[in-house]
């Protein structure tokens, strides 16, 4: 038995008076209709009508149960139209990750902008360096760098970051400047957690066989988060790999320098995440489509303006689930 169906042709009986008018509301047979309620009756143990040659009329029983009937088919109009509404125009809370450095800094900004644009959205945001399970944990889209995290993620590119390697004057001047990828072996490196190969850089050639150089690092820091190696690095403790989007302000102010510049490898993409693209809600597409404006050009980016070029296309992940990965901040 369809609860719902019955539940529908039960109060339609009762509104109309009768099952031949209730089953021209409902543009099917009076038999079904019949069998509809005969089935709730059953379901429920009860009699809910008192039927008669001439009159029907509702028993204690159906009474009550058509009162609660009336108030759960309202409940369910309400939803639906809120549902609608929802897929047309943004409203309702928005529930968002991103990795920690990258949210306070420059995702911050963004949905402040995009909280007055969609003055009916409301943001629930969780700044975490690992790479949240949107599903599970119930989030509407997540911002992410490199890997999208699932095959059953879609993403949309709306930025790049490039790794940059740095140190400060104070320790370049101590401890020499390295040249080639290989020199790194000499130097006290900043190693972050979690890095995909934990005590190892890779580079691209810069002579233009496009070989990648993988070097093993080693120092005497090792830190979860890419900011305050950042500020150890400032501080002359030894040499950092971080993306543009954290160490940019350190080496426009000179703090940092950047060394081996000519040997980083291509950029990685910055995606906005989201489970599916089926059903997309109106706050996720306004989501997805205002970050993508606001970094059309990013802020964090060294050497030039990023090409507009491809912004909007979207990528379905192809590499395997990676939830237990966490994210460069």
């Not at 009699?47 to 028993?59: A, D, G, I, K, Q």
């Not at 080496?251 to 599916?276: D, F, H, N």
Request: aromatic share 6%.
């Amino acid at each position: 038995m369809d609860r719902l169906q019955a539940i529908v042709a039960f109060s339609r009986v009762v509104e109309a008076g009768s099952f031949a008018r209730a089953a021209e509301r409902l543009d099917t047979s009076v038999s079904a209709v019949s069998r509809h309620v005969s089935d709730l009756e059953a379901h429920l143990g009860a009699r809910l009508l008192n039927r008669t040659t001439r009159r029907l009329s509702l028993t204690e029983t159906g009474q009550a149960f058509h009162e609660r009937c009336v108030q759960i088919l309202a409940d369910l109009d309400e939803a639906e139209e809120a549902a609608h509404a929802g897929t047309a125009h943004p409203r309702g809370v928005l529930r968002v990750t991103s990795s920690i450095t990258f949210g306070a800094r420059h995702l911050a900004p963004v949905l402040a902008s995009f909280m007055a644009r969609y003055p009916e959205v409301q943001v629930d945001i969780e700044l975490s360096d690992r790479a949240v399970d949107l599903v599970e944990e119930g989030m509407d889209a997540a911002v992410r760098i490199g890997l999208i995290g699932s095959q059953q993620l879609v993403g949309r590119k709306v930025a790049d970051t490039t790794m940059i390697c740095c140190a400060s004057p104070d320790y370049l001047q101590r401890h020499g400047t390295p040249v080639r990828p290989e020199d790194l072996t000499q130097h006290r490196c900043l190693t972050y957690e979690y890095a995909s190969m934990r005590n190892s850089w890779a580079f691209r050639g810069c002579e233009g066989d496009g070989a990648e150089h993988v070097v093993r690092i080693g120092g005497a820091l090792h830190a979860n988060n890419g900011r305050f190696l950042t500020a150890m690095a400032v501080e002359g403790l030894g040499i950092t790999y971080e993306p543009d989007f954290i160490v940019g302000p350190e080496i426009r102010t000179g703090k940092l320098v950047r060394v081996l510049a000519g040997w980083e490898l291509p950029p990685s993409p910055i995606y906005v995440v989201y489970p599916s693209r089926r059903h997309l809600s109106a706050k996720v597409r306004a989501f997805a489509e205002h970050v993508a404006e606001a970094f059309r050009v990013p802020s964090w980016t060294l050497d030039k303006p990023a090409e507009k070029g491809n912004r909007d296309a979207r990528v379905r992940s192809s590499s395997r689930p990676q939830n237990k990965r966490k994210e460069h901040a």
